[in-house]
């Protein structure tokens, strides 16, 4: 079988490739939004497309809750219900088990949620969460994984990752094939020699591609960037690598520097919401006094719709107006942001000329005024 991943040119460690799917390519290094209820929040599936976005990250957990994977499967799935002929990727849930730790309960036979919407209870197996991701017919399927949070003893985490492997074993599996991609998550905790055995075990098992989980979880970046390099180390070349959970420039090039080539976050849309656009120079509060009377863009080389046609000083006033257009316009402008990110990265890594690019941008960042 023709693996679904190929590399089309690499630059040091960092590489552009290509993700084939069901619902066609996916360019490496590749950002996706998280369109947590199968939108991503304010904006219509068109937007997000025309800002160069390739492929979209939905959780598997809050559908199968809201409005349950029997009802999607129905109306012709995911793609079809939510207006979105793209690829899409969907998570199993695992992360849930840290973001929603007092609601959920492991055991090593699966995770039980309690839902926060009406209280019942949501059982989820390894195979469930393959099987109820399959369903709603995403293009990449997710391992359940158990991850952990930064500051779990040593003996926990060895648990937790031996839980993971065993799990994997079984979405392996489960797996239903017929197109679709199953990636496998390495865990490991903060210690690099369990990184990599964990990696190294992951990637033994033959998925199509192998995520980095349970990092950007509160640990120092420098405390990231060893374990992703200490799991990229033992992970096969031949297959995508997507780092689960991570959106700041910086560390987004970081990471691309090691060889990583996918990424979510809902950083984007979450700051967008809080009034902070995304830029070159750093994160720009629009709802700071500085914005009342300046009547440039958000960024002057944004072709985003928010930074061709208003002004900081009109933003400012609708989050102070409370309107709603605020939260579309910077939302399209920081998910443009992160799409262009990615291009020029691409770019860059085609040309030879990354770690300049990846200088340059960093210099941008440390100069800018707070
Ligand atoms: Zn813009």
Redesign the pocket.
């Known amino acids: 079988m023709t693996p679904a991943f190929a590399t089309e040119a690499m630059d040091g460690d960092a590489r552009t490739g290509s993700l084939t799917t069901a619902h066609g390519p996916v360019r490496t290094p590749a950002f996706m939004p998280v369109g947590t209820h199968a939108t991503v929040k304010a904006l219509h599936p068109d937007e997000v497309r025309a800002t160069g976005i390739d492929i979209l990250l939905c959780n598997a957990y809050h559908l199968a809750l809201r409005p349950g994977v029997e009802l999607i499967e129905r109306a012709g799935g995911l793609h079809a219900f939510m207006g979105w002929n793209h690829p899409i990727l969907t998570d199993s849930g695992g992360y849930q088990l840290v973001s929603l730790a007092e609601v959920a309960v492991v055991d090593d036979d699966g995770a039980t949620f309690v839902s926060p919407y009406d209280g019942s209870r949501l059982r989820v197996t390894p195979e469930e969460a393959v099987g109820n991701q399959a369903r709603l017919g995403a293009d990449v399927l997710m391992c359940l994984d158990h991850p952990v949070t930064h500051g779990t003893s040593d003996a926990i985490a060895r648990e937790a990752t031996e839980r993971t492997h065993r799990w994997a074993e079984r979405c392996r599996v489960a797996h239903p094939g017929d197109g679709r991609l199953l990636f496998g998550i390495a865990q490991g905790g903060f210690d690099p020699g369990a990184r990599r055995d964990s990696a190294r075990f992951i990637s033994g098992l033959d998925f199509d591609g192998v995520a980095i989980g349970g990092l950007s979880v509160g640990e120092p970046v420098d405390t990231m960037l060893a374990m992703t390099e200490a799991s990229v180390s033992e992970l096969s070349a031949e297959r995508a690598r997507y780092f689960m959970g991570l959106g700041t420039d910086s560390e987004l090039l970081g990471a691309i520097a090691l060889g990583i080539d996918m990424f979510d976050c809902v950083v984007p849309t979450r700051l967008a919401r809080n009034g902070s656009?995304l830029t070159p120079e750093g994160r720009l509060s629009l709802r700071n006094a500085a914005a009342r009377d300046d009547f440039g863009?958000?960024?002057p080389d944004?072709?985003?719709?928010?930074?061709?046609g208003f002004t900081r000083a009109y933003l400012r006033h609708l989050f102070q107006a409370g309107e709603i257009l605020a939260h579309r316009l910077v939302s399209?402008?920081n998910i443009?942001?992160l799409a262009r990110l990615m291009d020029s990265a691409r770019a860059a890594i085609r040309e030879g000329t990354f770690a300049s690019f990846r200088a340059d941008r960093d210099g941008r960042l440390r100069s800018a005024p707070r």
Not at 302 to 308: G, S, T, Y
């Open positions: 656009a863009p958000i960024d944004c072709p985003c719709a928010a930074c061709v399209l402008h443009t942001h």
